[in-house]
């Protein structure tokens, strides 16, 4: 398991979801143990640079957002974060000309199609992971958020809705990059009709429209050509904690089970997790049992 990267840079220009505002963003190659580095090109120097980590997160109303000690945010960058993540991508420059990520389709299949035309370059440095050690859970009795050790990167998430549209889903999903793409990368981001008006005098989803969301009212879904999964929201939720997990700066073995969690208890269960240095571990390949089996049969051959 090696670091990747993108072979070429790739541009997509699109609508943002809360600013209403055109938004063009590049995806480049970055160098071996960088991460994943936003820059807003209407910035300048030190100001302009935002590193993808969960520490970095500023806010996160209807979506997540990272900033620097410089005042500069990053918003909407979840779906994104989530293609990123789910094709295998450890190293990238995302350079942006507005406060958010554009919205497309409302779904991360737009940045794993821009980033599967760009290509994937294998780099000579082994991929790190985060091995989940023990139980970390963050929640309020209604809502939460938890990581148990696995053998595996697995997802599972419930919801429960008033909305008969919606009402109770439960998926679960062990990942990988065909499972992410086949099961996950399509599902769209959804809202509720009678909330717009409500988000839109908070400055939120001005660039919503039903081309980039799944809209609710009542007990029916509003888009003409309906849902693109019978679960779809329930598998767009498991896209969110997919790219808001990355904020962790590499992947993890281990379970993520969400109940009616969101951005909020996401970030707070990456804070609570690295609050305990016992609960984790970073492993490369040659530490994996995997990869220890696969050394003892190279050096008995």
């Known amino acids: 398991m090696f670091q990747q990267t993108l072979k070429k840079a790739v541009t997509i220009a699109g609508v943002g979801l809360h600013s209403g505002v055109i938004v063009t963003l590049t995806i480049s190659p970055s160098d071996a143990n960088s991460g994943i580095t936003f820059i807003r090109t209407d910035r300048h120097g030190a100001a302009a640079v935002v590193p993808a980590r969960w520490d970095a997160v500023v806010d996160t109303r209807m979506c997540t957002v990272i900033g620097n000690e410089h005042g500069t945010t990053i918003g909407t960058i979840e779906h994104l974060m989530s293609a990123l993540a789910g094709?295998?991508?450890?190293?990238?420059?995302?350079?942006?000309?507005?406060i958010e990520v554009p919205i497309m389709d409302g779904s991360a299949a737009p940045f794993v199609a821009a980033i599967e035309q760009a290509g994937i370059a294998v780099q000579n440095a082994p991929r790190r992971i985060i091995r989940i050690l023990k139980p970390v859970a963050i929640g309020d009795g209604v809502k939460s958020a938890s990581?148990?050790?696995?053998?595996?990167?697995?997802?599972?998430?419930?919801?429960?809705?008033d909305s008969a549209a919606i009402s109770r889903q439960s998926r679960a999903v062990e990942m990988d990059v065909d499972a992410f793409k086949d099961e996950i990368s399509s599902a769209r981001t959804f809202g509720f009709l009678h909330e717009v008006e409500g988000l839109r005098k908070m400055g939120l989803a001005r660039g919503g429209s039903l081309d980039n969301a799944v809209v609710i009212?009542?007990?029916?879904?509003?888009?003409?050509?309906?849902?693109?999964?019978?679960?779809?929201?329930?598998?767009?939720?498991?896209?969110d904690a997919v790219g808001d997990l990355y904020l962790a700066?590499?992947?993890?073995?281990g379970h993520f089970h969400g109940v009616r969690s969101g951005h909020a208890l996401n970030n707070q269960l990456l804070r609570a997790l690295f609050a305990d240095r016992s609960a984790w571990r970073y492993e490369t390949p040659v530490s994996l049992p995997i990869a220890h089996r696969a050394l003892k049969q190279l050096a008995v051959a």
């Open 87 to 98: 094709c295998g991508i450890d190293n990238a420059i995302v350079a942006l000309d507005g």
């Open 147 to 161: 990581f148990t050790p696995d053998d595996a990167t697995t997802y599972s998430f419930d919801i429960d809705f």
């Open 217 to 239: 009212s009542g007990d029916t879904v509003m888009n003409a050509e309906g849902l693109r999964f019978t679960d779809e929201f329930v598998r767009h939720k498991i896209l």
């Open 249 to 253: 700066g590499a992947t993890f073995i």
